[in-house]
C-alpha cells in the first residue's frame, strides 16, 4: 500500500499523484500511524473542482476510502457533494481546524502545495452515528476544535427523537 516502502523515491511519488490529479481531479490518500489509527484524505478537490478536500477517520479501512472515494466521486462529477447524502443523515461534514492541519495529518496535500492547509480547505465526514454499532460511535474522533474530543453517542430517545423529526419510522432497537 506504501508506495515509499515499495522503494519509489518520493520524486516518483509525488510525479504518481500529480499525475493522478491531472487525469481524475484528485487522488486519495490512505495513512496508518504507529499506532494503527487509519485516515484518509483527498488531494486535488481545491485545485481541481475548488470544492474543499475531504478526510476521514477512525472508520474501517476499506469503508473509509470507499466512503471518501463515493463523496469524491460526486464533486468529480456535480462539484458538490448531494444535499441529499447530508440531510438523510448519511454522513455529517465538519471543517477541519487549523491547529490540526499544521501537524503532519495532511503530509503529502502539504508537500503538494508548500503551504498549510486553511480552515476550511479540508472537511471532516462523519458517518451518523446510526450507521455506528454502540462500540463505535464514541471512538469517532473530531477535529474540528483545537482540542480533539469524542463524540459523545446519543440515547436511545435522542435517536428516536431524531426519526421522528426526519419524518423516518422508527423501529425497536434492542
Known amino acids: 500500500m506504501c508506495k515509499k516502502c515499495d522503494g519509489y523515491s518520493w520524486e516518483e511519488i509525488e510525479r504518481a499523484n500529480g499525475l493522478a490529479i491531472m487525469i481524475n481531479g484528485y487522488y486519495i490518500q490512505q495513512v496508518v500511524d ?5 485516515w484518509s484524505y483527498t488531494t486535488g478537490l481545491l485545485e481541481s ?5 475531504l478526510i476521514c477517520f477512525d472508520l474501517d479501512a476499506d469503508v473509509q476510502n470507499r466512503t ?4 469524491a466521486e460526486q464533486v468529480k462529477h456535480t462539484g458538490e457533494i448531494d444535499e ?3 440531510e438523510i443523515g448519511q454522513v455529517e461534514l465538519i471543517p477541519v481546524h487549523r491547529s490540526h492541519l499544521a501537524t503532519d495529518l495532511v503530509a503529502q496535500w502539504t508537500n503538494r502545495y508548500e503551504r498549510i492547509a486553511e480552515r476550511g480547505e479540508f472537511l471532516q465526514i462523519v458517518p451518523d452515528q446510526l450507521q455506528l454499532c454502540p462500540n463505535h460511535g464514541p471512538q469517532i474522533r473530531l477535529f474540528d ?3 480533539i474530543r469524542r463524540r459523545k453517542m446519543a440515547s436511545r430517545d435522542d435517536l428516536q427523537k431524531w426519526l421522528r423529526r426526519h419524518k423516518l419510522f422508527a423501529t425497536t432497537y434492542s
Open 34 to 38: 504507529p499506532q494503527n489509527k487509519v
Open 84 to 86: 441529499l447524502t447530508i
Open 49 to 53: 473542482f475548488n470544492h474543499p478536500e
Open 68 to 71: 471518501v472515494f463515493q463523496l
Open 145 to 147: 476544535q483545537k482540542v
